[in-house]
């Protein structure tokens, strides 16, 4: 049996970096298999696929359906582990969908972050309050200034996936995480990073920045790249305080509880989150066992990240400008608890 057009431009976007099991991710419940056989709908079927990866509609009705993207984008890879570089495209597409999607159900006017983090940070400790800047009081000041922030979560099964990206809708940064982590610690210098790149200045309009990466073999200050420096100090000095942050122990036997201890007594002290405390201890004494021993032990019962991410996302956009579909993928990617 011949192909149909349905099956070429399926076939077209999987050789693209498409998987087929994604393409049918983003279709909405009532595309049924078989409404896919019933050529009268491919025009339909292909029209949302196009929309939801950002591409032209015609280039796939030709007889060799080919790909062309509906607005022009350079993507700027950083944190890239060397040999280690997966196919994004499938994940950008849809992040950059989400993106659009959520800064056009924004209500709050997009204020710039101050380019010094330690008057960001002392912002942030004024207003939002807390014991320490962390998780959620710097979400709440990313949405205070127009900035959202998304945890995309269910993308597709074994899907590559960056661990942050920042891109600009309309003059608006809008921040990606998707680091599969719970752990609040990791979500929370992603954060950090992120704001960094849009507070230096270095994401372009027509730029779509992704950090690939920000895991134990690239996290603060690992990168020989200028960005990504000059982004890892601005989220170090944001998060403790200070610039280059280091925690040691003091002793050789320092035990996960210890840390735990340790880490929270100095948090309150000085207004740092207790997890980065651990991150950092980890990173600057090569102990990853011991400080993800520490990082579990802290969260002990709390809500995953993106959980915590998620929820004040669903509770600033006003989804009811948006269409039903559109908001139907969006709690099915970004859900809430």
Excluded at 31 to 36: N, Q, Y
Excluded at 138 to 146: E, K, S, V
Excluded at 170 to 189: E, Y
Excluded at 230 to 245: K, P, S
Aim: charged share 20%; net charge negative; glycine share 8%.
């Amino acid at each position: 049996m011949p192909a149909t057009q349905i099956d070429r431009i399926f076939g077209a976007l999987e050789s693209a970096g498409y998987p087929r099991d994604f393409q049918q991710s983003l279709l909405p419940e009532w595309v049924t298999s078989e409404m896919l056989q019933d050529q009268g709908a491919t025009l339909e079927v292909a029209s949302i696929l196009a929309k939801r990866l950002g591409l032209r509609v015609a280039p796939l009705f030709s007889d060799n359906p080919g790909l062309e993207t509906l607005r022009r984008r350079d993507t700027k890879y950083k944190r890239s582990i060397p040999n280690k570089s997966k196919n994004l495209s499938a994940a950008t597409s849809l992040a950059m969908f989400v993106a659009e999607s959520v800064a056009y159900s924004t209500p709050f006017s997009y204020t710039p972050f101050p380019t010094d983090p330690l008057e960001l940070r002392a912002e942030i400790l004024g207003t939002e309050g807390g014991n320490w800047l962390g998780l959620r009081n710097l979400l709440q000041a990313c949405w205070r200034h127009g900035v959202p922030v998304i945890y995309l979560d269910h993308v597709g099964d074994g899907l590559p996936k960056m661990d942050g990206m920042v891109t600009l809708i309309d003059g608006r940064p809008i921040i990606i995480l998707s680091k599969k982590s719970t752990s609040w610690a990791w979500q929370l210098f992603i954060i950090a990073h992120e704001i960094g790149h849009c507070a230096l200045g270095h994401i372009e309009p027509d730029e779509i920045l992704i950090d690939e990466a920000l895991g134990e073999q690239s996290y603060a200050l690992d990168d020989p790249d200028a960005e990504e420096q000059a982004a890892d100090r601005f989220a170090i000095t944001l998060l403790n305080g200070r610039e280059n942050a280091t925690y040691g122990s003091g002793t050789a036997n320092m035990s996960a509880r210890g840390l735990v201890e340790a880490s929270v007594n100095y948090g309150k002290a000085n207004h740092v989150d207790p997890g980065h405390v651990v991150l950092n201890f980890a990173k600057h004494n090569n102990a990853w066992p011991l400080g993800m021993a520490a990082i579990k032990m802290l969260q002990a019962g709390a809500a995953p990240a993106g959980a915590v991410v998620n929820n004040l996302l669903w509770r600033c956009i006003r989804a009811d400008v948006l269409p039903d579909d559109t908001t139907a993928l969006l709690r099915r990617v970004a859900p809430a608890e």
